[in-house]
């Protein structure tokens, strides 16, 4: 299934896919943390709370007695599907929080043994559960209240705010309500409704309207929105390479450096550059007084949150 696109995407670079992808990427990632994203062992454990938020809760809760029941097959089969995995990406010193989202469907199962079964786990002591729910609840509590105050008020502060985006308030309260339920040792099936339905209140309104309407992360999106008022030109990039840049501004846009930017700059087909601040001084260097002849389109600060930094643009035209 996965082979004709190999021999597609070797056909379409000559080639150089497998030894960029191999070589430059994956290798890169092994020996030190790339983009950015270098974390010490340890980092998606303490992720977890948020990243399987609201259902955290119930692995901290079954996860350790299952422990007890891998010598059954299927047991050992969804623990041999997580945890040697695991360990090799907490080692991999390139981290990013979606690389262990593979193991999620095995967690998920586990937990669900849990749940269908509890009386005969609760029957079973867990030193191991005691020690992790601590910080693990600490953790979970703490995403709760961002996600059920911090989600409305972001709109809030852009100025942008819907009466929907309330929902998040009430799918939280209603979590934390299961969350509860589930401390005070009521049915763990009762708790379910409640996280689903929470659930439902918070993630759909949040992906498809309260972050859409969040601009400063939307970088390439800008760009877009003001090309869309100029004349018809292509795009030369110097420090942002996001692919979203080409997906909106089209595919011809070039992703480069300052060095890149100052050859391509005086093809005729390139009409717009966009510099990132570093790059910005780069440019300057390498081209003293090229920019004075350009025209400033727009210079604005952004979120690039591939990377977790704050950046700077500039936007320029020639005359």
Do not use: C
């Amino acid at each position: 299934m996965v082979l004709p696109w190999f021999v597609a995407i070797q056909n379409a670079t000559g080639g150089e896919f497998m030894q960029k992808a191999f070589y430059g990427d994956f290798l890169s990632k092994l020996l030190a943390g790339q983009e950015s994203h270098g974390a010490p062992p340890g980092y998606y454990l303490l992720l977890f709370p948020l990243l399987f938020w609201p259902g955290s809760l119930l692995v901290v809760r079954y996860l350790p007695q299952l422990w007890q029941r891998r010598g059954e097959d299927v047991v050992r089969f969804l623990f041999a599907w997580i945890i040697p995995a695991w360990i090799i990406f907490e080692f991999v010193p390139t981290k990013l929080p979606h690389y262990v989202m593979p193991f999620f469907p095995a967690i998920a199962l586990l937990t669900a043994a849990g749940l269908s079964q509890p009386a005969a786990l609760e029957r079973a002591s867990s030193k191991l559960r005691r020690f992790l729910s601590v910080p693990a609840v600490f953790v979970w509590i703490v995403t709760a209240l961002l996600l059920a105050l911090g989600l409305p008020i972001l709109p809030v502060m852009t100025q942008q705010f819907q009466p929907w985006h309330v929902l998040p308030l009430a799918g939280g309260l209603l979590i934390v309500r299961g969350a509860w339920k589930l401390q005070k040792n009521l049915p763990p099936l009762s708790v379910v409704p409640l996280f689903i339905l929470g659930a439902l209140l918070i993630f759909p309104v949040t992906f498809t309207d309260i972050l859409p309407r969040l601009e400063f992360v939307w970088p390439s999106r800008q760009v877009a929105e003001i090309l869309r008022q100029q004349p018809p030109g292509l795009l030369i990039s110097a420090g942002f390479g996001e692919p979203s840049l080409p997906f909106l501004n089209g595919t011809e846009t070039k992703l480069t450096n300052a060095e890149g930017a100052v050859t391509l700059l005086a093809e005729d087909k390139f009409r717009y550059l966009l510099l990132e601040r570093r790059q910005k001084l780069k440019f300057e260097e390498l081209a003293p007084g090229q920019l004075e002849r350009l025209r400033l389109l727009e210079s604005f600060d952004s979120f690039n949150y591939s990377k977790g930094k704050k950046v700077r643009f500039e936007l320029y035209a020639k005359p």
